[in-house]
């Protein structure tokens, strides 16, 4: 299985994606996890990436492409994988195809989980006092939306346009979004 997950942040993707990939024994790719790991060993990229995630913008293109070129080049990803927060733009769109044409393998499915703003936002604000992610200010959080509905919003259009998005609410109880998930992606 082949999958890439997109949401709006606090959508529950990472919750999601974690599961996921049990169920279809993957390993989870998330450029948002490997950069938070790389800005807590204070290493170069770990120093550039948070210049941008401190804002709630994206890093840069040619930085997360690469690192996620190289992730896909490691040799556990034979049974399939499941990216959590890449593509995030049009442009890392189509830089994943190539890296996928490269490898010889195609995406099975895109999957979008869909929330409401104003539930994300709650839901962000609450992992805030819970997990005290930086980036989970309230200003930074509307900029993370925006980000999302301008670069993001258009990665589903391409794929949709492609017949491979599947949309899930996700919405409630997170058993239940899973079920969802699981049953929308067993349906295609
Ligand atoms: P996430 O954990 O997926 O919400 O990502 C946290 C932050 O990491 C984002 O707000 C961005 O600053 C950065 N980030 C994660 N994935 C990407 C990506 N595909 N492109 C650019 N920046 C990203």
């Given at each position: 299985?082949?999958?890439?997950?997109?949401?709006?942040?606090?959508?529950?993707?990472?919750?999601?994606?974690?599961?996921?990939?049990?169920?279809?024994?993957?390993?989870?790719?998330?450029?948002?996890?490997?950069?938070?790991?790389?800005?807590?060993?204070?290493?170069?990229?770990?120093?550039?990436?948070?210049?941008?995630?401190?804002?709630?913008?994206?890093?840069?293109?040619?930085?997360?492409?690469?690192?996620?070129?190289?992730?896909?080049?490691?040799?556990?990803?034979?049974?399939?994988?499941?990216?959590?927060?890449?593509?995030?733009?049009?442009?890392?769109?189509?830089?994943?195809?190539?890296?996928?044409?490269?490898?010889?393998v195609a995406l099975d499915a895109v999957l979008e989980i869909t929330a409401g703003t104003e539930e994300v936002t709650k839901r962000l604000l609450n992992r805030a006092r819970l997990e005290?992610?930086?980036?989970?200010?309230?200003?930074?959080?509307?900029?993370?939306?925006?980000?999302?509905?301008?670069?993001?919003?258009?990665?589903?259009?391409?794929?949709?346009?492609?017949?491979?998005?599947?949309?899930?609410?996700?919405?409630?109880?997170?058993?239940?979004?899973?079920?969802?998930?699981?049953?929308?992606?067993?349906?295609?």
């Amino acid at each position: 299985m082949r999958l890439v997950l997109i949401g709006p942040p606090g959508a529950g993707k990472g919750t999601q994606a974690a599961r996921l990939a049990e169920a279809y024994s993957v390993p989870a790719i998330s450029t948002g996890d490997i950069f938070r790991a790389n800005v807590k060993g204070e290493t170069a990229l770990g120093k550039r990436a948070q210049e941008y995630m401190s804002v709630g913008a994206l890093v840069p293109d040619e930085v997360t492409n690469a690192m996620v070129k190289d992730r896909l080049g490691h040799d556990d990803l034979d049974a399939g994988f499941l990216l959590d927060g890449y593509p995030r733009n049009p442009e890392q769109a189509v830089e994943l195809d190539g890296m996928l044409a490269e490898l010889g393998v195609a995406l099975d499915a895109v999957l979008e989980i869909t929330a409401g703003t104003e539930e994300v936002t709650k839901r962000l604000l609450n992992r805030a006092r819970l997990e005290g992610r930086v980036d989970d200010t309230e200003d930074v959080i509307r900029k993370r939306l925006e980000v999302y509905v301008e670069s993001t919003t258009p990665v589903t259009a391409f794929y949709d346009g492609r017949g491979i998005l599947v949309r899930v609410d996700g919405i409630g109880d997170v058993d239940h979004v899973t079920s969802r998930i699981l049953a929308a992606l067993d349906a295609r």
